[in-house]
Each structure stands twice: as structure tokens, then as C-alpha cells.
């Protein structure tokens, strides 16, 4: 299942379900506004949401066009969030930052929202409370975190595959830069090793350290991320934003 966050007159945005191609979309707001709504009741929405995920590929489910453009990150704000502050950037939004800001390096990994976490849940129970992965990007200046945005679409576990590995793909100004790989299998793994032992809230986004790649950029430079199952297919929709500087 996919998920994504349409913006809207609201902070929060409005939640749908797109396809498999990222091309189409239902909304949701009968089942769940809002992702963050979404989550607080993750096991008994979660279903009903899937249900519609699959009349989207069916065409039994009455859809729209579906375009990245019009996304927010899939969670505009959250609880908590280990890479920086709650409030993100939308997933083709311009970086804007102060004039004179040099140093300015983006860092890409594969993150997961999770449902309730207990303290005492162990790795594999811990890991079995990751409700979506999405890819996150965290702008640093000068070693200090310059805000942070995430994919246009989070998806379930099952959407990663467990064929061979998946590529992140960062492009600077349309040329490759570096290329992380991680599989199925050991993103899980990964998830369980963060987050067990940390109580936390659903909703709450951890990167998982899983296919970490950082690029140098520069005002005027146009970054561009995504990561490819092993058919070449955009798993999570791009992050493509434009380095500015505030008038």
C-alpha cells in the first residue's frame, strides 16, 4: 500500500491511497483525514485502507490523478522525528535558506513511521510496529540541521519487495552523485535495532541508518532523490528541490 498527503487550505493536509505506478489516487477522508489520523488507530484503519489500495489496482475504486507536485511529505509534521525538527518541507518545495549559507550538504536515508512502540518491546517486536517507510532528506549548514523533508508517498513493507536490493539514487543538477543500496530484509532489521527499547508515540518517524548517502550542494544546485526496486520502478514518487536563499 501507498500512501500520500495532498496539500490542502490545512496543516496537515489530506490523506490518499495512489497506486502501485504513482499515477492515481482515492481520497480517504470517510476512513481517515489525515495520516496522523490515520495512525492513531493504525490496526483498524489499516485494513480499510488496503481494501481501497486494492480497488485502485482492481479500477473497482473511483480515483484522480495522481502528481507529486501536489504532495506534502506524508506526514507535514510529527511527534517526533530523530533527524531534526516536527515541521517538513514538502517533497518538491525549494530549500530556502539564509544568504551566505555555505557547507550545505543533503543527507538521504531510509526512514519508517511506527505505530505505539513500548519500552519493552524487543527488536522483532519492535520492528513489526513499522507502519510505512518513506525516504528521508535532511539539509545540513554548516553541521547544523537546516530543516528537513521526506518523500512524496510512505509505503507499507510489502511495497519494498524481497527481490535483491533497492537503490537510492541522488542526482545533483541531473548527474548521478552516489548510489546506497539496502534490501527488504535488512531495513526491517535495521528498524528493530533502532527503535527497540525506545518508547514511542504512533506517528513518530525514525531513520532507520539503512542506505545513508550524503552530496555536497551549493546555492542554485537542484538535488533529486528516489530509490528504484530491482525493476527500475520509483518506489516512494522524487524529492527534487531547488537550493535558495531567502529575500
Known sequence: MKLATLKDSTRDGKLVVVSKDLT?????????????AALDDWAHVAPRLERVALGLETGSQ?????????????LPRAFFWAGGSGGFSGPRDSIRLAAGASDIVVTTQLAVIV???DAA??????????????????????????????SPVAVTVDELGDEGHLAV?????GKSQQCGTVSAKDAMSGVGAVVA????????IVASGSSRVSCDLAVGDTVRIEMKDHTGHSIFGAIEQTVETRD
Open 24 to 36: 492515481r489516487c482515492s481520497e480517504v477522508g470517510h476512513i481517515a483525514r489525515t495520516l496522523q
Open 62 to 74: 473511483p480515483t484522480i490523478r495522481f502528481h507529486e507536485h501536489d504532495a506534502a511529505s506524508p
Open 115 to 117: 505505530d505505539d512502540i
Open 121 to 150: 518491546d524487543g527488536k522483532d517486536a519492535a520492528s513489526r510496529k513499522a507502519a510505512l517507510f518513506l525516504l528521508s532528506s535532511d539539509i545540513s549548514v554548516g553541521g547544523s540541521n537546516a530543516g528537513s523533508s521526506f
Open 169 to 173: 539514487l541522488v542526482r545533483r543538477n
Open 197 to 204: 527499547g525506545r518508547p514511542l508515540i504512533a506517528g513518530s
